[in-house]
């Protein structure tokens, strides 16, 4: 069996929990682990299994979203609170007993109950219409949130004080509390009336009693559940772990004497300590993201381990996009790992470039969430036009309200040619790439997945960080200075056949990544530590 320990928490807690649907994604769920349950999953490879160690009482919508919904796996949370239960069902909040004449108001955003003409509780949804938390008033102070699982019961209840969080219950499917954790120093009490976890593991159940009823940190409630399981699992049993500080005391006591395969994905961990680096020297193999990710990790160890291979966590896909149907230009700019400095010179370059093609259109991309990054870039792009003598209205904000705009005969009015693409997720990404004609990323570590978006759509690449997804002449061009970006941009957008052999070159790249090749590196790696 191959056992896959992903990396997901929201903030460094032991929690990923779903979000209201009216507000952005804050983050992109997508990862190392989600990339091989998929190649896992789809393919029939390996026999696998999930262990979520986090508290996910949404996780059922989770693999939804990620096309993985018949992906088995154990949830640690789900053993502490001895939860059997394994299909969702639908719950609404017309299913809680309500005080007699309390009043629902249904706002473009939540619903909110009142008694009396007080304000209540407020029924929060997620993304999918179904409810997700409830929140309730005492005098307009929040005193108790229920979080509310998919299978159909409270998952956890938090209780205020002052409207302040003072302890977290974690509910049995009953109802009943198994252990609270107080938001003061952190530390967890089980539940004397039933201190016991319950372990299923091949059919069987195993209800074992919890060594202590008090316990400092609710990680040290974690690791002995967790290494109870582990030592039900087979000597020849594989663990491959998304390396995450959260996680490491916890796999580091647990997975003693097992098989291990340590993922490695961007800077999700930073190489230092010397727990990390027992780790390296104690796995069967490591995996990283790149190739230069591989260095790095040998650089930090201090070794030229053999044990190690880069596996894209992205696949190519043949996905033709549709920038050449249209009459603008437009050119890809993420802007998000760019210094101030660096930010300056690139706006200067493409903004005097602008000048010599009216068809190009900048657009600035973003994967932060926040709601007013987009006004922000756009500010920050009118001042260094302003500063190098350009016309600032070029990064005109939709929401500006300028004299030219609102003058309907005026002559001098001057189009938008900035624009800010915030694509937090993976979908939003894929769309937006496909009406791109070509990508200029001169960031030290250009992101990966829109990189191979780029090769997947056929567009050409600008960058100055060599790495696996650009080769210098074929799939785009590998520059040295900024004021290079701008020959580079004529030699693709001045001429189709340019355009089009670098479109070919990408499609041949891409055969690279593909699932069938991925896969195969896989195998070895599996084979290697087998």
Same mark, same amino acid.
């Given at each position: ?78 053993a502490m609170c001895e939860i059997t239960k394994r299909k969702m069902r639908v719950f609404s909040f017309k299913d809680i007993k309500w005080p007699e004449g309390v009043e629902f108001e249904y706002t473009p955003f939540a619903i909110v109950a009142y008694l009396d003409g007080v304000k209540i509780a407020q029924v929060e949804l997620g993304e999918d219409g179904n409810m997700i938390r409830i929140d309730m008033f005492s005098e307009g102070e929040l005193i108790r949130r229920n979080i509310y699982d998919d299978r159909g019961f409270v998952s956890c209840s938090e209780v205020y004080r002052e409207g302040r969080l003072y302890y977290t219950d974690y509910l049995m499917e009953s109802g009943i509390w198994k252990f609270r954790q107080f938001a003061g120093d952190g530390h967890v009490e089980i539940n004397p009336k039933d201190p016991y976890f319950l372990l299923l593991y091949r059919g069987k159940e195993y209800r074992l009693k919890y060594e202590k009823l008090r316990y400092d940190d609710i990680e040290d409630a974690i690791s002995e559940v967790f290494s109870e399981y582990i030592d ?89 996009? @549709? $920038?050449?149907?249209?009459?603008? !230009?437009? *050119? %890809? +700019?993420? #802007?998000? /790992? ?90 939003? @990404? $894929?769309?937006?790439?496909?009406? !791109?004609? *070509? %990508? +200029?990323? #001169?960031? /030290? ?86």
């Open positions: 069996m191959l056992y896959l320990i992903p990396a997901w928490y929201k903030l460094n807690t032991w929690s990923e929990s779903e979000q209201c649907w009216y507000v952005r994604r804050e983050k992109s769920e997508y990862d190392d682990t989600v990339k091989q349950v998929q190649l896992f999953h789809r393919n029939r490879a390996w026999a696998y299994r999930i262990i979520i160690l986090s508290h996910v009482p949404n996780f059922r919508h989770f693999l939804h979203r990620q096309s993985i919904f018949r992906a088995r796996y154990w949830s640690c949370f789900d039900l699992t087979d000597d020849e049993d594989i663990f491959c772990i998304a390396m995450h500080n959260r996680h490491m005391n916890v796999i580091d006591d647990g997975l003693v004497g097992k098989k291990l395969v340590l993922s490695f994905f961007g800077d999700r961990i930073d190489l230092q300590g010397q727990q990390l680096k027992n780790m390296i020297f104690r796995a069967n193999y490591i995996v990283a993201d790149s190739p230069m990710l591989a260095r790095n990790i040998k650089l930090f160890a201090g070794s030229d381990m053999e044990n190690i291979t880069d596996i894209s966590p992205y696949d190519s896909r043949t996905d033709f996009g @549709v $920038s050449q149907q249209m009459s603008v !230009q437009k *050119i %890809l +700019v993420p #802007v998000d /790992e760019l210094d101030d400095e660096v930010f300056t010179k690139v706006i200067q370059v493409l903004g005097q470039y602008l000048s010599e093609n009216d068809k190009a259109q900048i657009h600035l991309f973003t994967r932060e969430a926040a709601y007013d990054i987009k006004s922000s870039l756009l500010k920050k792009t009118r001042k260094v036009l302003r500063n190098s003598g350009l016309d600032d209205r070029m990064a005109a904000d939709e929401t500006m309200d300028t004299s030219a705009e609102n003058d309907i005969d005026s002559i001098d009015m001057v189009p938008v040619r900035f624009m800010v693409d915030q694509c937090v997720d993976e979908l939003s @990404v $894929s769309r937006c790439i496909r009406e !791109q004609r *070509i %990508l +200029v990323d #001169v960031s /030290e570590k250009p992101e990966y997945y829109v990189q191979i978006a780029a090769i997947s759509t056929g567009i050409p690449q600008i960058v100055m960080t060599k790495n696996q997804y650009v080769e210098d002449g074929e799939n785009g061009r590998i520059i040295k200075h900024y004021d290079e970006i701008t020959k580079a941009l004529r030699f693709y957008l001045d001429s189709l056949a340019n355009w089009n052999e670098a479109m070919i070159c990408s499609y041949e790249m891409g055969k690279r990544f593909s699932t069938g090749i991925l896969l195969d590196k896989w195998k070895e790696v599996i084979k290697g530590v087998g």
